[in-house]
């Protein structure tokens, strides 16, 4: 099985979309600044005859911004917060604790231990 980088599977994701159309005319990218853009203080327009390069170039650049807030939105939930969290399609992800060490996550308790 062949191990992806964040940045690799981005860009599968921007040259090759499944959901998207071709010309990624369905995302908002009106006002993410192009990342090859070296001019500072220009004002971030989306121009109407904007090339396919430059629209996947800002798709890149939106997929990781995404994907940065998802991820740290995830690590407060569950090892700041100690709180269970499910993103649909994605995974269930859920604090460890030192004392669940070692233990199996589908083990549901001892036996003989509930109350009656």
């Given at each position: 099985m062949a191990c992806l980088s964040e940045f690799a599977l981005f860009k599968e994701c921007v040259n090759n979309p499944t959901v998207l159309d071709k010309q990624l005319s369905q995302l908002n990218l009106a006002f993410i600044k192009d990342p090859?853009?070296?001019?500072?203080?220009?004002?971030?327009?989306?121009?109407?005859?904007?090339?396919?390069?430059?629209?996947?170039?800002?798709?890149?650049?939106?997929?990781?911004m995404v994907w940065s807030g998802l991820t740290k939105c995830i690590r407060n939930m569950v090892q700041q917060q100690r709180k269970a969290l499910?993103?649909?399609?994605?995974?269930?992800?859920?604090?460890?604790?030192?004392?669940?060490?070692?233990?199996?996550?589908?083990?549901?308790?001892?036996?003989?231990t509930q109350r009656s």
């Open positions: 090859a853009c070296t001019e500072a203080g220009t004002p971030m327009k989306q121009e109407a005859n904007e090339s396919l390069e430059v629209r996947q170039r800002k798709a890149l650049r939106l997929f990781y499910e993103v649909s399609g994605l995974g269930i992800f859920g604090p460890i604790s030192e004392v669940n060490q070692g233990r199996d996550p589908l083990d549901k308790g001892f036996a003989n």
